[in-house]
């Protein structure tokens, strides 16, 4: 099993950047796939976007109308859309997946950012936003 984000570097703030997630190894069809961030010397934060195994999504209001989530599920693929970066949004991104088919969005929201609904952490991939 495997889960690795990429696409991260540096990028000025106001600037763009798609980060993606490689899945391997599982049915990954049936799983919805959250991002969570982690910026310097901070603990870890998310989901901030979960999109689920039928496409709906969940957006945290931190990064409404500045991030998309997609995914591809012939590639086993996530991406994450990100505009108008700001330097707050500098961190190691990572992406996870977890079975929560039958809960509600607040009840997956609530098993991803306890991570007892993810089966599945991927590596991560640094963001910069600087100047």
């Known amino acids: 099993v495997q889960l690795q984000a990429s696409g991260g570097g540096l990028v000025q703030p106001g600037g763009s950047l798609r980060l993606s997630c490689a899945a391997s190894?599982?049915?990954?069809?049936?799983?919805?796939v959250g991002w969570f961030r982690q910026a310097p010397g901070k603990e870890r934060e998310g989901p901030f976007l979960i999109i689920f195994h039928d496409g709906r999504t969940y957006y945290a209001d931190s990064v409404k109308g500045r991030f998309t989530i997609s995914r591809d599920n012939a590639r086993k693929m996530v991406y994450l859309q990100m505009n108008s970066l700001k330097s707050e949004d500098t961190a190691v991104y990572s992406c996870?997946?977890?079975?929560?088919?039958?809960?509600?969005?607040?009840?997956?929201?609530?098993?991803?950012?306890?991570?007892?609904?993810?089966?599945?952490w991927g590596k991560g991939t640094l963001v910069t936003v600087s100047s």
């Open positions: 190894g599982f049915n990954f069809d049936y799983y919805a």
């Open positions: 996870a997946a977890g079975y929560v088919e039958g809960y509600s969005e607040r009840a997956s929201v609530s098993l991803f950012a306890s991570g007892r609904g993810v089966d599945y």
